[in-house]
Structures are given as C-alpha cells and as structure tokens.
C-alpha cells in the first residue's frame, strides 16, 4: 500500500507558528520562543496540530523542542495498525 498524501510536517507545524504568531516570516528553524510564544499559543498550536495531523501533540513538546524541525522530527506520526 502507497502513501499519496505526503505532509511537509515541519513546512505544517512552520505554518501553524506564522499564523498563530502572527508572524508571516517565521520559517521551519525558527524559534518558538524567540517569535513571542507563550503557554497560551502553544495550546493553539497542540489543537491546530491535532485537527491537521489527526495525532495528538502533548504541549510539553512544544516548549522541549521549539522550532518546527525540531518538533517535526519527535513526533510519531505513524498510522495506526488495525
């Protein structure tokens, strides 16, 4: 079985940060913190993710791992078996 929808995970997560900063410059290195986010923005950003990705997405990794490379790069996004 193919997987023909290929996400750009970390080119998703980069979007949700620009339009969830408020930022349109914000790119897949950029850092969460140093765009201005705060606790309040990354819940935002876990639910954004969860509607997108159908995975959930614990807040706490957003703060461990805060630029959208980073964060791509620790989540298990692999499909469910069954």
């Not at 765009?35 to 995975?55: E, H, N, P, V, W």
Request: aromatic content about 8%; hydrophobic content about 50%; charged content about 25%.
């Amino acid at each position: 079985m193919t997987n023909d929808l290929k996400v750009d995970v970390p080119e998703l997560i980069a979007a949700i940060y620009r339009e969830t900063l408020g930022d349109d410059h914000l790119d897949t290195a950029s850092d969460f913190f140093e765009a201005g986010g705060d606790s309040l923005a990354a819940f935002q950003i876990t639910a954004r993710l969860r509607d997108a990705l159908g995975a959930e997405v614990p807040v706490a990794l957003v703060f461990a791992y805060p630029s959208p490379i980073d964060l791509a790069g620790v989540l298990d996004l692999e499909p469910a078996q069954g």
